[in-house]
């Protein structure tokens, strides 16, 4: 499967910069009254989305967003940033702070009550990084009695509540906290989304990724509930993104070594699971 | 379309949960309120009697405290600490800087009962010919406390709200519940109305307490 991948990965990562864009034409009503795309993204999660050393936001969520604008309003500048946090996220979105959230929010049943999904952008796994000298943990199961460190609001802290109770998790404002609080030894581990962790472990040698892999999963934009229009028009940009060479291009700009050839992977093939990255929202309350 | 209908069901799942943080909220609020009194008491001495270096340390401490972010005291203490070796828990993290940022103020709120005092009391005491220890134990501190019960309620009380920082650094508090209850099932007006009760609850209870203690020094002396 790899081997038939293998050119089309390598042709999409050197070859595929995205030229002069097309305008859109399905834009919605509202978004074009706006004329603004008020977007939350991530601000602590690199390479999805960070601040860069101007403080400024960056990112593959940040790139995707600022190309949306660009096709919409013929300008990256109508995309509208405002940080959010794992916990906060699905809040300022439903308070109306932003309209469109492009933030890492992994698609799962739960979090389809509060919001509707757009297409999935790229599929991830969750994994476990320790300190460096620490990486003889097999499974999770290893980790019972003993303390893994997350982010409030991941899905990983869900998954381990109802999975794994004997696990003490403690859980942090941000994963920034998470991961200082990783290295000065309050925790056996931290859990969090692979790409996350392989960024870590990339600019911190104290710390490593072990091979623990667990809850496969999409990570999607997601809207208010009923707000089709958008999210149909957000669907035909991911599609639109994905073989375009945004998402690559964003990949190549923000990630090296292993983090870019799991990135590449993840944004540009299905998942392993099968599992298919269109989402159907809930039937309207 | 955007979910903020309320719903009783989740508030009543979550209240086990919800009533574990506010338990400790109130261990918290009620460790950091004693030994803040403590820390106040000694550090109004030292400011009294200006021991040398002592009451310069004390001085310091006093200036720092209200002069810095309570958050970023608590960021210190818990994540600048352990680059020196020295790494307490969260919960005691918590304790020990909120205790300090509350002694600090309860400090000056003595201090300023005492230099409210009037100079006859203490030079009557003087001419008495007290010991200035027993002066300072036996009438100063007692009349002065008698003056600095509502600042130092005022004090306790906002101690008790400060401890919702604590939810930062992953002390499981009401707040930190409530906040991680958000999170994961998105009701946001169920647990913020919880959160604000709770609080709300303990403040209330503070306030009967400060009256009471209040009306019990206000009785006056017996012969």
């Known amino acids: 499967m790899y081997r038939t ?40 999660a690199p390479p999805s989305g960070f601040l860069d050393e101007h403080g400024r936001p960056a990112g593959i969520d940040v790139d995707f967003a600022r190309h949306i604008a660009e096709l919409t309003f013929g300008s990256p500048d109508k995309a509208v940033f405002t940080c959010v946090t794992a916990a906060s996220r699905v809040q300022m979105l439903l308070s109306k702070k932003v309209d469109l959230l492009i933030a890492t929010l992994g698609v799962t049943d739960e979090r389809k009550r509060a919001v509707d999904f757009a297409t999935s952008m790229d599929w991830g796994s969750s994994g476990v990084l320790v300190r460096d000298k ?9 980790f019972k009695g003993k303390t893994l460190l997350t982010d409030k609001g991941s899905w990983q802290s869900a998954y381990l509540q109802a999975k794994y109770p004997d696990i003490h998790l403690v859980k942090y404002d941000s994963i920034n906290d998470a991961i200082e609080a990783l290295r000065q030894g309050r925790g056996d581990g931290l859990t969090q989304d692979l790409p996350t962790l392989v960024t870590a472990a ?46 690559v291009s964003s990949i190549n700009k923000y990630t090296s070594g292993h983090s870019r050839e799991l990135a590449i992977r993840a944004y540009t093939t299905m998942a392993p699971d099968g599992s298919t990255d269109q989402n159907a929202p809930l039937p309207p309350r | 379309m955007n979910g903020v209908d309320f719903e009783w069901a989740s508030l009543r799942d979550a209240l086990p949960s919800l009533l574990g943080g506010l338990k400790l909220t109130i261990v918290n609020s009620v460790s950091c309120i004693v030994v803040s009194v403590l820390l106040g008491y000694l550090l109004a001495t030292l400011l ?17 405290i209200r002069n810095t972010p309570l958050l970023i005291q608590i960021y210190f203490f818990y994540f600048g600490l352990p680059e020196i070796g020295i790494r307490p828990s969260a919960s005691v993290s918590g304790i020990i800087v909120l205790s300090l940022w509350a002694g600090a103020y309860q400090a000056e709120n003595l201090r300023g009962a005492i230099e409210g005092l009037p100079r006859r009391l203490i030079e009557a005491g003087r001419s008495l010919g007290l010991h200035p220890l027993l002066l300072f134990s036996a009438i100063i501190v007692p009349v002065a406390t008698r003056t600095v019960v509502p600042a130092m309620m005022n004090t306790a009380v906002s101690t008790t709200k400060n401890t919702a920082l604590l939810s930062a650094i992953g002390v499981p508090d009401l707040t930190y519940v409530a906040m991680d209850n958000i999170a994961s099932t998105y009701r946001t007006l169920e ?33």
Not at chain 1, 7 to 13: G, K
Not at chain 2, 48 to 64: C, G, S
Not at chain 2, 206 to 215: F, G, I, K, N, Q
């Open chain 1, 202 to 247: 990339d600019k911190d040698p104290r710390l490593k990724v072990t091979n623990i892999v667990f809850q496969a999963g999409w990570s999607a934009p997601a809207v208010r509930r009923g707000d089709n229009d958008l999210r149909l028009y957000i669907n035909t940009m991911v599609t639109r993104a994905k073989t375009d060479g945004t998402f």
């Open chain 2, 48 to 64: 009294y009697f200006r021991p040398p270096i002592l009451w310069r340390i004390a001085a310091f401490w006093v200036k720092f």
């Open chain 1, 134 to 142: 620490e990486d003889h943990y097999a499974n999770l199961d290893a």
């Open chain 1, 5 to 44: 991948q293998l050119p089309i990965l390598i042709v999409m990562a050197i070859g595929l910069v995205p030229g002069e864009p097309a305008r859109a034409t399905n834009i919605p009503a509202e978004l074009a009254k706006a004329g603004e795309l008020k977007v939350g993204i991530r601000c602590e």
């Open chain 2, 191 to 223: 647990n913020f109305l919880a959160l604000l009760v709770g609080y709300l609850g303990i403040v209330l209870v503070m306030a009967a307490v400060a009256r009471l203690v209040e009306w019990r020094l206000g009785r006056g002396y017996r012969a």
